[in-house]
Antibody, heavy 115, light 106 residues
Framework: EVQLVESGGGLVQPGRSLKLSCVASGFTFSNYGMNWIRQAPGKGLEWVAYISSGSSYIYYAETVKGRFTISRDNAKNTLYLQMTSLRSEDTALYYCARLSYADYWGQGVMVTVSS | DTVLTQSPALAVSPGERVTISCRASESVSTLMHWYQQKPGQQPTLLIY???NLESGVPARFSGSGSGTDFTLTIDPVEADDTATYYC?????????FGSGTKLEIK
């Protein structure tokens, strides 16, 4: 069974940093591209970042480019999102999802940016 | 960025046929995908690569289109289909989502 479990969320002050993790199981993680997708409270889905299976291709939404870094450790079956210079508008539920067409999603982890 | 435009909301009766449209600001080839999100739940994939039905998704759902114009069709609609439907493209960097179409079943 494919499982994606996010962690690392919480309450953080504006301007600070946070690192999210997503542990994958039930499939060969190293064979799949992965995404971070977020959803602000009461709002729609916003794609954040994508990383290919071997990390050769990395894409970011313009809203996070230069502040967020997506990475992965295929030996640990783990996807990461390093978030810096956080803003109130980054407050959202962050999902990790498999493949460029998101066939599996985690339950999400909440990030709240507030003073 | 590739902007995906969806109608905000639709209301239909059970048993009817409904089409949800998604128009891209530039070509996305056939790399368009559709998701359903019910309140309090994570989204689920319905259609990938414009017209491919995800495993386990009822055949009442279908997708079509290429280039800039895409359609998700539900036929016939059931009460359980009440949800918000999103399109997403993965052809152009950055990937983008539409703003969602909220479907109400009368």
């Amino acid at each position: 069974e494919v499982q994606l479990v996010e962690s690392g969320g919480g309450l953080v002050q504006p301007g600070r940093s946070l690192k999210l993790s997503c542990v994958a199981s039930g499939f060969t993680f190293s064979n799949y591209g992965m995404n971070w997708i977020r959803q602000a409270p009461g709002k729609g889905l916003e794609w954040v970042a994508y990383i290919s299976s071997g990390s050769s291709y990395i894409y970011y939404a313009e809203t996070v480019k230069g502040r967020f870094t997506i990475s992965r450790d295929n030996a640990k079956n783990t996807l990461y999102l390093q978030m810096t210079s956080l803003r109130s508008e980054d407050t959202a539920l962050y999902y990790c999802a498999r493949l460029s067409y998101a066939d599996y999603w985690g339950q999400g982890v909440m990030v709240t940016v507030s003073s | 960025d590739t902007v995906l435009t969806q109608s905000p909301a639709l209301a239909v009766s059970p048993g009817e046929r409904v089409t949800i449209s998604c128009r891209a600001s530039e070509s996305v080839s056939t790399l368009m995908h559709w998701y359903q999100q019910k309140p309090g739940q994570q989204p689920t994939l319905l259609i990938y690569l414009a017209s491919n039905l995800e495993s386990g998704v009822p055949a009442r759902f279908s997708g079509s289109g290429s280039g800039t114009d895409f359609t998700l069709t539900i036929d016939p609609v059931e009460a359980d289909d009440t949800a918000t439907y999103y399109c997403q493209q993965s052809w152009n960097d950055p990937f983008t989502f539409g703003s969602g179409t909220k479907l109400e079943i009368k």
